[in-house]
């Protein structure tokens, strides 16, 4: 009778098969998800742009507009940081599914070692390795990542609602006070958002348990 404990390549392969097509499918519902959510919140975005052209351009009769654009706005910039933390959160959960499927090339590559020339993505689980699925095989640095995720453009578009959120509240004080008041608000906010969020990506990338295959081990040996 043969011993339970040996599982043969083949099941071996079948079954890392099975685990990347469950992540592959985890990390499309995620972002479709995300990406819903960030089209709603666009779309909110410019009804309450034409709520408030409309106004002005019918003169602002009962002088509502002040009023109106600090509603909307702050409703508007409410929605769009929950908005932007749900992406954060889709975003370190994408990074860990990365690091899944790496894990699971490592796999592959110990059972057949001849593989590693012909995968263009990384096959190690430690933030050498994700940055190489990520790129693709090509090089980023870390200000061109941030500045192409959808975090960031999120980020940016909050930025824009809440210094034009705080322009119009400082209004009473005079065009340039608020202009000037304004542009420091949404140049903090985004600042202190994308700060707290390079934090929280730091904690994750600090926490060791999660390496098993790192860049600089070669991949574990094939399973007799």
Known sequence: MSDPAVVPPAVRAQLLGLEHSSLL?????????????????????SAVLVVLALDVRNGDPAGSFRP???????ALLLTGTLTTLRVHYA????????????????????????LEPYLTTGFTDDADGVVRTYGLGYSRTAAQQVMASAIFF???????????????LAAPAGRTVAVVVGVVAGLGYLAAFMYAVARLFAQAERMPELVHFPTSQPAPPSPS
């Not at 999120?154 to 322009?167: H, Q």
């Open 25 to 45: 499918s985890t990390r499309a519902m995620t972002w479709s998800e995300v990406m819903s959510r960030i089209t709603a919140q666009l779309t909110f975005t």
């Open 68 to 74: 109106l654009a600090l509603g909307l706005g702050f």
């Open 91 to 114: 975003s370190l959960e994408d990074a860990q599914l990365m690091r899944g499927m790496n894990r699971l090339r490592a796999g592959y590559v110990a059972l057949d070692p001849g």
């Open 154 to 168: 999120s980020s940016v578009v909050n930025a824009l609602v809440a210094g034009g959120w705080v322009g119009i």
